[in-house]
């Protein structure tokens, strides 16, 4: 008998993790290297934030919480939902978890049984279909390449769906192709959905406030109601605000949905710190002109890292409406060699190249589902940045 279940053996480390390890070990050794392989801002958590739960520690706010919170932080999202979103829900329509990451992860347990098939559109987030795996469901992956703007077609989306779809999974600002889906573009997906009333939305809105189209963010129970009985809407104050390290995501859908939720999280973690709580309230409810100079900066980083991407021979490039990551395509460098003779065969050996010989750490394509692409980070900063696309610049060039 082996000691690792059937259901964990087959679990992958997330890549981006990965490459991230690998770069610092790189530089332990001495190597100069700029890391953009890490999905998460390089700011500070705002000083009034930080200040909130450190008044929390001071104030005895240390003991078990409710599950799966404290009712203020509850309510500060409930006025979130509503103030952001115009949604309305009641306490009982609230979840909050540790970290959006395990709200996901809760509801697929909550909700997925063996074989039931979770539709991904890809390129998507490195553990969602490792989620869906844990939970023992089927991921059904709905690739969308650069010729849509990385998103899914409706009619892609109705020939998916199966009697056992029990979930379509979508992130809009995208991790790692930014792609922002809008208001119309949502309703066109939800007049498949609204024929299929046995699939439920999971809305993945983490990088709502990283988002450069001027238009108003979008999410799909706000703009077509009719789909609110099914959808779970998940964010978390980890991109916006800066917080990735505190731990706390949250959710709201139908009440049944989030007993279910709430069912999972109190077997294992109960809650998410009760400190990070009285933090989560401080961030919701607290001031956001900490905000707009954090998207701009992204934006200035985002357009000198397209625009040196456009300038290499071999590389494609869209411009990313969200988030902070750029996904150029690599295909036209795929089968060059390397100064030292090594045929670069995938977007793997390119972004192995990148980090040994040009001293980047960036993830392959292929961790999203959808090879022939990599991704930088573009949280970090500009000098960082400039340098390494001088470098990714020069080891382009130097493969033949
Ligand atoms: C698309 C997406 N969803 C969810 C998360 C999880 O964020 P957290 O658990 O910090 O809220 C991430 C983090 O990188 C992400 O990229």
Redesign the pocket.
């Known amino acids: 008998m082996t000691l690792l279940s059937k259901r964990v053996s087959g679990i992958k480390p997330p890549m981006?993790r990965e490459m991230t390890r690998l770069g610092n070990e790189l530089a332990a050794a001495g190597r100069s290297i700029m890391s953009l392989a890490q999905?998460?801002p390089d700011f500070d958590t705002p000083e009034h934030v930080r200040e909130a739960g450190k008044s929390a520690i001071d104030s005895g706010k240390t003991h078990y919480t409710d599950i799966p919170a404290t009712r203020e932080l509850t309510e500060a999202v409930i006025r979130k939902f509503k103030r952001d979103n115009g949604l309305v829900f009641k306490p009982s329509e609230i979840t909050i978890?540790?970290?959006?990451?395990?709200?996901?992860y809760n509801a697929l347990q909550a909700t997925v049984d063996p074989a039931d098939e979770v539709i991904v559109a890809v390129p998507?987030?490195?553990?969602?279909l490792e989620m869906v795996r844990i939970a023992d469901g089927i991921p059904v992956v709905l690739p969308a390449t650069a010729e849509t703007g990385f998103k899914i077609q409706p009619a892609q989306l109705e020939a998916a769906i199966t009697p056992r779809s029990k979930w379509l999974m979508l992130?809009s600002p995208?991790?790692?192709s930014g792609a922002v889906y809008s208001a119309a573009e949502l309703k066109a997906l939800a007049e498949v959905l609204l024929r299929h009333p046995h699939v439920w939305f999971m809305s993945?809105d983490?990088?709502e406030k990283i988002l450069y189209t001027g238009e108003p963010f979008a999410t799909m129970a706000a703009v077509v109601p009719e789909m609110a009985s099914r959808c779970l809407t998940?964010?978390?104050?980890?991109?916006a605000f800066a917080?990735?390290g505190w731990?706390?995501?949250y959710a709201g859908g139908p009440a049944e949905l989030i007993r279910g939720i709430n069912l999972v999280q109190g077997t294992s973690v109960s809650h998410t710190s009760s400190v990070t709580q009285a933090a989560a309230i401080e961030a919701l409810d607290g001031p956001m002109d900490f905000l707009p100079p954090f998207v701009a900066a992204y934006r200035r980083r985002r357009d000198i890292v397209v625009a040196a991407m456009k300038s290499i021979d071999g590389v494609t490039c869209t411009v990313p409406d969200g988030?902070f990551y750029v996904f150029p395509g690599c295909k036209g460098l795929i089968g060059r060699r390397t100064p030292k003779g090594k045929t670069i065969a995938t977007d793997m050996d390119l972004c192995m190249y990148f980090l040994e010989e040009a001293g980047v750490a960036l993830v392959p394509g292929s961790a999203f589902e959808l090879p022939d692409h990599f991704r930088i980070s573009y949280a970090a900063s500009e000098a960082a940045l400039t340098e390494g696309m001088k470098r990714l610049a020069r080891a382009c060039a130097d493969l033949k």
């Open positions: 981006t999905g998460e978890g540790v970290g959006s990451k395990q709200v996901l998507a987030w490195v553990s969602y992130n995208s991790n790692p993945d983490i990088y998940i964010n978390g104050v980890s991109k917080m990735t731990r706390c995501g988030a």
